[in-house]
């Protein structure tokens, strides 16, 4: 009986290994994931906030209500995002960049959606809504190769700006939970690779034929 070759056999294990623990990560990671989404959901229904008292916004604070006295910063900064507007017809959420009138950390409110690109003539004023995050402006390439930025808090105004539609209230049925899916994928990489390399290992031991003796 041949031995396993030494160092082919220690690479597939190693890797077997190693995606085997990346499933059990991701099992773990959803039971993370569903108390955080049912946490959210306990936001849904806890009574309004002002927005300085979640600043720093942390993540169990998503989906709260709460309001702020939003003051544009100079120059107005805005953040433009495709969306859809009743009836289906393309438009833009409407997405400005406030300060509080204090020192800390600024927030930003979406505050409708347009049919056009152009922002609306919007000078400020009080919102009200769910807590959400600013959408990432970062490419996705940029955020596997550099450090996260922190996250900004976002209200989704419940009541929009004259002239725009209202966003879509945000819900932690929006939040994606992949991790169980994630966690099949891996195991089932590391039984592919074993599948593949027992059958590698087979067609080495099988003999090898020998030629026949020619005819005169």
């Given at each position: 009986?041949?031995?396993?070759?030494?160092?082919?056999?220690?690479?597939?294990?190693?890797?077997?290994?190693?995606?085997?623990?990346?499933?059990?990560?991701?099992?773990?990671?959803?039971?993370?994931?569903?108390?955080?989404?049912?946490?959210?959901?306990?936001?849904?229904?806890?009574?309004?906030?002002?927005l300085p008292a979640l600043l720093p916004l942390k993540q169990e604070d998503l989906f709260r209500r709460a309001s702020a006295m939003c003051l544009p910063v100079h120059p107005i900064k805005w953040l433009q995002r495709g969306a859809r507007l009743p009836g289906g017809k393309p438009g833009w959420r409407m997405i400005v960049f406030c300060g509080t009138g204090a020192e800390g950390p600024g927030f930003a409110a979406d505050i409708g959606i347009s049919s056009s690109d152009v922002p609306p003539a919007w000078t400020g004023g009080v919102v009200r809504g769910r807590v959400i995050t600013v959408p990432s402006e970062t490419p996705l390439i940029a955020r596997l190769f550099s450090a996260p930025a922190p996250d900004m808090a976002m209200i989704v105004a419940e009541n929009p700006a004259p002239g725009l539609a209202r966003s879509?209230?945000?819900?932690?049925?929006?939040?994606?939970?992949?991790?169980?899916?994630?966690a099949v994928q891996w195991f089932l990489f590391a039984g592919i690779a074993v599948i593949i390399?027992?059958?590698?290992?087979?067609?080495?031991?099988?003999?090898?034929?020998?030629?026949?003796?020619?005819?005169?």
């Open positions: 009986m041949k031995r396993l070759p030494f160092w082919p056999t220690l690479v597939v294990l190693l890797a077997v290994l190693a995606m085997v623990g990346l499933g059990i990560w991701q099992l773990d990671r959803l039971h993370e994931k569903e108390a955080l989404l049912a946490h959210f959901a306990a936001n849904e229904n806890k009574p309004p906030v002002a879509p209230d945000p819900s932690p049925a929006d939040v994606p939970n992949n991790h169980f899916a994630y390399y027992a059958v590698a290992l087979a067609r080495r031991k099988r003999p090898v034929g020998h030629p026949g003796r020619r005819r005169g």
